[in-house]
């Protein structure tokens, strides 16, 4: 077994007995009391799920593994003459729940090099499909071309104890980990590039290898998305994509199957979409503004002019969080770093004092500040990276490693399938209104 492989096996017993006996003793305490209003509601509010890798604090915003982001940044191994943490760094944090150093690092990146070989098939199922379909729907089907590779799915077949479940799903994990920046560098070029495609670069890392790959040769590029990739990589357990990958996986589907289900919620336009939304949106109010930087005023009215069509305005409010988010405060400390003068994170800057005014006067939106998403696509148009429709792509590169390194452990742990209870109104009347 690799030493890797070896050092998660290592932290499973220990952890499995913590939990065991945490549920002995406390299993039968009360952890909230749901209301009607939570049902109608999305669940907002109503603890229901157990994800050890992240965790959302509504004023604080996301912590991994107890880490908030300014704290990463400091403590996450950079590339060689880099400041950007690496997300190799991350996902061994997720994992392990350990910070790690240079060198393993450096033994996750080698480790994900080994594995990212993509069979040829899988590119050809990308080929078949029209030129237009969206990015997200190609990435989709290119993961699911790749399940022809599902470890735990022969080993299953096979009869697998159901105590090592853990072990096929670790290796499904970190293949497709190492593979998704292949197959999401495929997609892009394929689409923009006349299919010119740029072989992978064994001595870069993770995120620098796939900047490569997509044809972004510059330092400044694989900095910001080796950032990138470290912020959207996990959102604690209760988003859309999240959650789908944790419940499909707990019918004992496999990573590929999981992890394309959770990346069709991610391209739905309240979630993950939102990211090419604002940048779409952004645009057309310039356009439509006449160009350059527009003033405040002009801003505010395009602004209520939108809400006034009945849409959202992208790149706002949360469901949980009730501040900036701090992903958005890193993106924009490394846009006043590397480039506070490009006119459209002027107007990003602009539409971040003017938007939460606005939303708040409304009186009915929860968090009138800006999410993850009202900034990325400022940082990828300035470097060149200007076809927002493969955003959400990048995003999702990103949210596996959060989400796959829970999955294992949902394995490791020996989680149930999911199978909350659903009810009817003519019940809940008929239970209520006698009161
Ligand atoms: N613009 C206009 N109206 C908004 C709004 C926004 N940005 N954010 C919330 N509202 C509205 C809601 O649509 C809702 O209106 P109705 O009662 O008329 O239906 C009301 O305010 C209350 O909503 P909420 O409780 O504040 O927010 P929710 O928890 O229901 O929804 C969303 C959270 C993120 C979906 C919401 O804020 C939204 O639609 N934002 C814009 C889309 C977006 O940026 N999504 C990305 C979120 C981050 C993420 O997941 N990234 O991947």
Redesign the pocket.
């Known amino acids: 077994m690799e030493r890797l492989k070896e050092h998660f096996q290592s932290k499973i017993e220990p952890a499995a007995k913590e939990v065991k006996d945490f549920i002995a003793e406390y299993g039968d305490e009360k952890i909230s009391e749901v209301k009607i209003r939570q049902l109608y509601g ?1 669940m ?1 509010g109503v603890p229901a799920l157990i994800t050890e890798t992240s965790k959302l604090d509504p004023a604080e915003g996301i912590r991994f593994r107890g880490y908030s982001i300014p704290e990463l940044q400091e403590k996450l191994p950079a590339y060689p003459g880099g400041n950007e943490p690496l997300p190799e760094g991350i996902f061994y944090l997720m994992l392990f729940n350990e910070l790690p150093d240079d060198d393993t690092v450096r033994r996750v990146s080698n480790n994900w090099m080994r594995r990212a070989n993509i069979p040829p098939h899988v590119f050809k199922v990308i080929d078949a499909l029209p030129m237009h379909t969206h990015p997200m729907t190609q990435f989709v089907t290119g993961i699911m071309a790749l399940r022809t590779e599902s470890e735990f799915q022969k080993a299953y077949r096979k009869g697998i104890n159901k105590k090592d479940y853990w072990q096929p799903t670790y290796d499904d994990a970190m293949n497709l980990i190492a593979r998704l920046p292949r197959l999401a560098a495929y997609i892009y070029r394929r689409m923009y590039h006349n299919g010119d495609h740029i072989e992978p670069d064994s001595s870069l890392d993770w995120a620098g290898n796939f900047a490569h790959m997509l044809g972004f040769p510059g330092e400044e590029f694989r900095e910001l998305l080796r950032l990138y990739m470290t912020i959207h990589s996990d ?1 604690e357990g209760g ?2 994509s999240g959650h789908t990958i944790h419940l499909v996986g707990s019918a004992l589907s496999d990573v590929y199957q999981s992890f394309a289900a959770g990346m069709n919620g ?1 391209a739905g ?4 979409l ?2 090419q ?2 940048i779409r949106w952004t645009l057309a109010m310039r356009d439509e503004l006449g160009g350059g930087l527009p003033s405040k005023e002009l801003i505010a009215n395009y602004v209520k002019d939108t ?1 006034n069509n009945g ?9 949980v969080l009730r501040k900036t988010d701090p992903r958005y405060t890193a993106q924009r400390e490394f846009a006043q770093k590397h480039m506070p003068h490009d006119e459209l994170f002027q107007i990003i800057s602009r539409i971040y004092e003017v938007v939460p005014p606005i ?1 708040k006067d ?1 009186g ?4 009138p500040w800006p ?4 900034h990325s696509g400022q940082l990828l148009m300035h470097y060149g990276l200007t076809q927002y429709d493969f955003y959400t792509v990048l ?1 999702g590169v990103s949210r596996s490693l959060g989400t796959l390194s829970s999955l294992i452990w949902d394995r490791a742990l020996g989680m149930p399938i999911e199978r909350p209870g659903s009810t009817t109104t003519a019940l809940l009347k008929e239970q209520y209104a006698k009161k």
């Not at 849409?311 to 469901?319: D, E, L, N, S, T």
């Not at 009915?364 to 968090?367: A, Q």
């Open positions: 999305g907002r959102h988003n859309v991610l336009p309240l979630h993950g939102a990211n939304e604002v809400l849409q959202v305005i992208p790149g706002f409010g949360h469901a939303l409304l009915k939106v929860k968090n999410n993850v998403d009202a995003f």
